[in-house]
């Protein structure tokens, strides 16, 4: 134990304790369909084969890995987006029978020996967007379903009624269970399985049970997230990680799937059989050291985790405030770390996956709920991480306990904080230009920093309130855009470009206007607007250190493949570089991180007994992302229109956020755009406003010009057979589909660069059908 | 004649520390390299470290967020 910590058995959360009747519970349980498989052996960090599930015929099957599919697609994300294209069609939406819900673990995945290896990472096709989403989470899911026997779990069909379904690595059974009277909100929800399913009525067999769960909020909206709990033995209450964007608890409640559980036999640091494990260990130590002796002088993770960001984002102007229309903000110190720090548990370490010295999963314990069905009680908040803090700026809440309490609702009824911020703070932005008023959204004041009309939306969703504008609400951005035009209650420009949603999919917290890059980094990406692909403001707005197109692009192709990465192995991008060496300053790329880098090299060598390189990492996830961007063309997507970004994005909407930078707005109307001092302070607000817009929709255009090149697709952002060929795929539909693809754009004259470019500036590349030649 | 900083230029101001500058262009992010006419300047010596006259510096933030 470390010092400062107390003996787990002193510690008591003063949580609201719950009397379950699981007798009761268990009772009415009825099981619908069951299968028992030979439990195997994780060797080299593969099960070797996936679950499969069907709800609607109750079929339930093994399937082989082959060494094809492992050295094609990796593990985790690689194999998700396999399987998916295999089991659905152009035509599949999120609500189809055919709509698959996967989750799945890498190769990676659960080593104790370094931080951050219990990812799971989970796919679908999206009710927001309606391609594939995917996202990753901790949690003790993804480890123990391989160590149950699997490399993944692929859901297919839906149930009539409301299911648990149970894989139990320690019978070697797989069923599927009638579950009418269990919670459905998912901090009792996990509380109540994790009891019921536990083999012995102790601690360590409660540690052994991991739930995925989604609340009544999933069921009501397109903002679903999953929630994956681990068992804290020191709080004695299942702690929830949130798969979040994309809807995938929305998916998960539409196939009537109360809860996964599963349970195994038994887990430690070798369970996955490595080849080295000494160098697992060798590795590992050495990432411990760091974080121990440099974190607190760093981005100090273990006292605060992502929530340091906050004042970080504040000081950079970055910090999105009332929807994104400023990026700092007077009352912001409310909601820095030190605030929240003083709510945190800590006396008890944190971290979602054993062996994680980052730690960065923070609680508040005994917090006191404020309003809604668990008004009074106290409960475990999990969080808040940045980007529910960035919600709370978003909305203007610059009281942590509104955070707290947004946080804890959001996560029990199993609702994307990331989506529902962004949202409501684009509702509050309508409201204050009276597009939307209180009659419209039925009885809310949903002005900026109304904490009480941001929950009581929350809670009305959750019940399936039927209103005109909670439904549409709850259906997200793109929705009630289309709502608000539909009812022409505003400018169609003002609805359109406030709102911050790409490809349905709500932004994540950073203003991005300065950023050109980062303007990418949303955009261009194959999911929607998450910072998951690539976060490159720093580089860009701050250091400068990629100017041109052509940087922009170099290094919008190498961190979206680099943090692809790890989505195929079950790892967390944190310990990559929110940590680092001490000596990373002097090395040749420190962006990069290039010991880690090799850390990671080390790792799925020492793992997998392959041996790679760094550039073999990269490969691999361009197999993947190229997979997906396919899958994503395949349907009906996945093409620049696609990657339109809303101007709030890009550059300032309206007059107030004009006059708010003025000066630095006017200084680059001279310097970019050669506009005279003297013409500038002669043109109205609107119309430099107009100036400004032209210049950054053409410089957006000019960057997908060369991102798309740089990555071997066409102008209009298709994936070339032959670069699929390239990356050794081989199959005749996908490449056939691409050709398809390709040749109907040549028909539609969309094959040609969208950048205006003048004087000496050139277009990517002059040759027609440049990748034909490659 | 000032310095230069990440390529913008910046108004001199005499007897500055390198922990001074940071301050003065509310650079507080933890993770950053110092440059000073291409000489990397480690973290502990901000302090003591002056900003000369016409000096180019870069000030490389390093990637975080989410």
């Given at each position: 134990m470390v010092e400062g910590q107390i003996p787990i058995q002193e510690y008591q959360t003063g949580n609201t304790k719950h009397t379950w009747n699981i007798e009761k519970l268990l009772s009415a349980h009825k099981k619908l369909s069951e299968h028992s498989y030979t439990k195997g052996i994780v060797e080299k960090g593969y099960a070797n084969r996936t679950l499969y599930v069907n709800l609607t015929t109750g079929e339930i099957k093994e399937k082989n890995v082959s060494e094809d599919m492992k050295h094609l697609f990796t593990g985790g994300r690689g194999f998700g987006l396999k399987l998916l294209w295999d089991s659905i069609k152009p035509t599949t939406r999120w609500n189809s029978e055919?709509?698959?819900?996967?989750?799945?673990?890498?190769?990676?995945?659960?080593?104790?020996?370094?931080?951050?290896?219990?990812?799971?990472?989970?796919?679908?096709?999206?009710?927001?967007?309606?391609?594939?989403?995917?996202?990753?989470?901790?949690?003790?899911?993804?480890?123990?379903?391989?160590?149950?026997?699997?490399?993944?779990?692929?859901?297919?069909?839906?149930?009539?009624?409301?299911?648990?379904?149970?894989?139990?690595?320690?019978?070697?059974?797989?069923?599927?269970?009638?579950?009418?009277?269990?919670?459905?909100?998912?901090?009792?929800?996990?509380?109540?399985?994790?009891?019921?399913?536990?083999?012995?009525?102790?601690?360590?067999?409660?540690?052994?049970?991991?739930?995925?769960?989604?609340?009544?909020?999933?069921?009501?909206?397109?903002?679903?997230?999953?929630?994956?709990?681990?068992?804290?033995?020191?709080?004695?209450?299942?702690?929830?990680?949130?798969?979040?964007?994309?809807?995938?608890?929305?998916?998960?409640?539409?196939?009537?799937?109360?809860?996964?559980?599963?349970?195994?036999?038994?887990?430690?640091?070798?369970?996955?059989?490595?080849?080295?494990?000494?160098?697992?260990?060798?590795?590992?130590?050495?990432?411990?050291r760091e974080i121990r002796d440099l974190d607190r002088f760093q981005c100090n993770m273990r006292s605060v985790g992502t929530a340091h960001l906050a004042e970080i984002m504040d000081a950079y102007d970055l910090l999105p405030t009332e929807n994104y229309r400023f990026g700092s903000f007077p009352k912001a110190p409310r909601i820095y770390s030190p605030e929240f720090y003083k709510l945190f548990t800590k006396i008890i370490p944190d971290g979602c996956w054993h062996g994680c010295t980052m730690a960065c999963a923070k609680t508040v314990d005994g917090y006191t709920v404020m309003t809604g069905p668990y008004k009074g009680q106290k409960v475990t908040v999990d969080g808040p991480e940045y980007e529910t803090v960035g919600c709370g700026s978003n909305m203007s809440l610059w009281d942590p306990l509104w955070i707290l309490e947004f946080n804890f609702y959001c996560d029990t009824y199993g609702i994307d904080t990331i989506s529902a911020g962004t949202a409501i703070a684009y509702y509050m932005e309508m409201y204050e230009y009276g597009i939307l008023n209180k009659e419209r959204c039925d009885g809310l004041e949903l002005c900026f920093g109304n904490g009480e009309a941001v929950l009581e939306l929350l809670h009305r969703i959750a019940k399936g309130d039927t209103g005109e504008f909670i439904q549409t609400a709850a259906k997200g951005i793109r929705r009630v855009k289309d709502w608000l035009k539909k009812k022409n209650w505003g400018e169609p420009y003002l609805i359109e470009e406030c709102g911050m949603e790409s490809k349905g999919l709500e932004y994540s917290e950073y203003v991005t206007k300065e950023s050109l890059a980062m303007q990418g980094g949303y955009g261009l990406t194959l999911k929607g607007p998450q910072h998951d692909e690539a976060w490159l403001i720093f580089m860009d707005m701050v250091n400068n250190q990629i100017p041109t197109f052509q940087d922009k692009a170099e290094a919008l192709h190498y961190f979206p493949m680099w943090r692809t990465w790890f989505g195929l192995n079950g790892l967390c991008k944190l310990p990559w570089n929110d940590i680092e060496p001490e000596n990373n300053a002097e090395t040749d790329e420190p962006a990069k991180v290039p010991e880690h880098v090799q850390n990671y090299v080390d790792l799925f060598t020492a793992v997998t007994g392959v041996k790679v390189d760094k550039n073999e990492l990269i490969n691999q996830s361009e197999r993947c992302y190229n997979w997906q961007r396919a899958t994503n063309v395949w349907l009906g997507r996945g093409t620049r229109k696609d990657d339109w970004i809303p101007y709030r994005s890009m550059g300032p909407v309206t007059p107030l956020e004009y006059g708010s930078r003025m000066q630095r707005y006017d200084d680059q109307l001279v310097e970019k755009l050669g506009l005279k001092k003297e013409e500038v302070e002669k043109m109205s607000i609107e119309e430099r406003i107009k100036e400004l817009y032209r210049y950054r929709q053409d410089q957006y255009q000019k960057l997908a010009d060369a991102v798309y090149y740089r990555r071997g697709w066409t102008p209009n952002g298709i994936p070339t057979p032959q670069k699929m060929k390239s990356l050794g795929f081989t199959d005749k539909k996908m490449l056939s589909m691409l050709q398809k693809k390709i040749d109907e754009d040549e028909k539609n004259g969309l094959n040609k660069w969208c950048g205006t470019y003048r004087g000496k500036e050139k277009p990517p590349s002059d040759i027609p059908r440049y990748w034909e030649k490659w | 004649m000032g310095i230069t900083v990440n390529d913008k230029e910046y108004e001199f101001v005499k007897n500055e520390t390198v922990s001074d500058l940071l301050q003065r262009l509310q650079f507080r992010f933890p993770l950053i390299i110092v440059r000073i006419n291409g000489e990397f300047i480690p973290r502990k010596s901000y302090a003591e470290t002056v900003v000369p006259k016409n000096a180019t510096i870069s000030v490389i933030h390093m990637i975080s967020g989410g």
């Amino acid at each position: 134990m470390v010092e400062g910590q107390i003996p787990i058995q002193e510690y008591q959360t003063g949580n609201t304790k719950h009397t379950w009747n699981i007798e009761k519970l268990l009772s009415a349980h009825k099981k619908l369909s069951e299968h028992s498989y030979t439990k195997g052996i994780v060797e080299k960090g593969y099960a070797n084969r996936t679950l499969y599930v069907n709800l609607t015929t109750g079929e339930i099957k093994e399937k082989n890995v082959s060494e094809d599919m492992k050295h094609l697609f990796t593990g985790g994300r690689g194999f998700g987006l396999k399987l998916l294209w295999d089991s659905i069609k152009p035509t599949t939406r999120w609500n189809s029978e055919e709509n698959e819900l996967i989750i799945t673990t890498g190769p990676l995945c659960g080593i104790t020996q370094y931080p951050g290896s219990g990812k799971s990472l989970c796919l679908t096709v999206s009710p927001s967007t309606n391609i594939i989403c995917d996202s990753n989470v901790g949690g003790f899911f993804g480890p123990y379903l391989k160590f149950a026997g699997f490399d993944a779990l692929e859901i297919q069909g839906k149930a009539k009624k409301d299911v648990v379904i149970v894989i139990d690595g320690e019978t070697g059974t797989v069923s599927i269970e009638s579950a009418p009277l269990e919670e459905t909100n998912s901090h009792l929800l996990s509380e109540q399985l994790t009891h019921i399913y536990a083999s012995e009525d102790s601690d360590v067999s409660r540690q052994k049970v991991s739930i995925v769960s989604a609340g009544t909020g999933a069921e009501h909206s397109y903002w679903g997230c999953m929630n994956f709990s681990f068992y804290d033995i020191r709080r004695k209450v299942p702690r929830l990680k949130q798969a979040g964007r994309g809807g995938l608890g929305t998916v998960l409640r539409d196939k009537h799937v109360k809860a996964i559980v599963v349970k195994v036999e038994t887990i430690d640091g070798v369970s996955n059989h490595p080849v080295d494990p000494d160098t697992l260990a060798m590795v590992g130590t050495k990432i411990h050291r760091e974080i121990r002796d440099l974190d607190r002088f760093q981005c100090n993770m273990r006292s605060v985790g992502t929530a340091h960001l906050a004042e970080i984002m504040d000081a950079y102007d970055l910090l999105p405030t009332e929807n994104y229309r400023f990026g700092s903000f007077p009352k912001a110190p409310r909601i820095y770390s030190p605030e929240f720090y003083k709510l945190f548990t800590k006396i008890i370490p944190d971290g979602c996956w054993h062996g994680c010295t980052m730690a960065c999963a923070k609680t508040v314990d005994g917090y006191t709920v404020m309003t809604g069905p668990y008004k009074g009680q106290k409960v475990t908040v999990d969080g808040p991480e940045y980007e529910t803090v960035g919600c709370g700026s978003n909305m203007s809440l610059w009281d942590p306990l509104w955070i707290l309490e947004f946080n804890f609702y959001c996560d029990t009824y199993g609702i994307d904080t990331i989506s529902a911020g962004t949202a409501i703070a684009y509702y509050m932005e309508m409201y204050e230009y009276g597009i939307l008023n209180k009659e419209r959204c039925d009885g809310l004041e949903l002005c900026f920093g109304n904490g009480e009309a941001v929950l009581e939306l929350l809670h009305r969703i959750a019940k399936g309130d039927t209103g005109e504008f909670i439904q549409t609400a709850a259906k997200g951005i793109r929705r009630v855009k289309d709502w608000l035009k539909k009812k022409n209650w505003g400018e169609p420009y003002l609805i359109e470009e406030c709102g911050m949603e790409s490809k349905g999919l709500e932004y994540s917290e950073y203003v991005t206007k300065e950023s050109l890059a980062m303007q990418g980094g949303y955009g261009l990406t194959l999911k929607g607007p998450q910072h998951d692909e690539a976060w490159l403001i720093f580089m860009d707005m701050v250091n400068n250190q990629i100017p041109t197109f052509q940087d922009k692009a170099e290094a919008l192709h190498y961190f979206p493949m680099w943090r692809t990465w790890f989505g195929l192995n079950g790892l967390c991008k944190l310990p990559w570089n929110d940590i680092e060496p001490e000596n990373n300053a002097e090395t040749d790329e420190p962006a990069k991180v290039p010991e880690h880098v090799q850390n990671y090299v080390d790792l799925f060598t020492a793992v997998t007994g392959v041996k790679v390189d760094k550039n073999e990492l990269i490969n691999q996830s361009e197999r993947c992302y190229n997979w997906q961007r396919a899958t994503n063309v395949w349907l009906g997507r996945g093409t620049r229109k696609d990657d339109w970004i809303p101007y709030r994005s890009m550059g300032p909407v309206t007059p107030l956020e004009y006059g708010s930078r003025m000066q630095r707005y006017d200084d680059q109307l001279v310097e970019k755009l050669g506009l005279k001092k003297e013409e500038v302070e002669k043109m109205s607000i609107e119309e430099r406003i107009k100036e400004l817009y032209r210049y950054r929709q053409d410089q957006y255009q000019k960057l997908a010009d060369a991102v798309y090149y740089r990555r071997g697709w066409t102008p209009n952002g298709i994936p070339t057979p032959q670069k699929m060929k390239s990356l050794g795929f081989t199959d005749k539909k996908m490449l056939s589909m691409l050709q398809k693809k390709i040749d109907e754009d040549e028909k539609n004259g969309l094959n040609k660069w969208c950048g205006t470019y003048r004087g000496k500036e050139k277009p990517p590349s002059d040759i027609p059908r440049y990748w034909e030649k490659w | 004649m000032g310095i230069t900083v990440n390529d913008k230029e910046y108004e001199f101001v005499k007897n500055e520390t390198v922990s001074d500058l940071l301050q003065r262009l509310q650079f507080r992010f933890p993770l950053i390299i110092v440059r000073i006419n291409g000489e990397f300047i480690p973290r502990k010596s901000y302090a003591e470290t002056v900003v000369p006259k016409n000096a180019t510096i870069s000030v490389i933030h390093m990637i975080s967020g989410g």
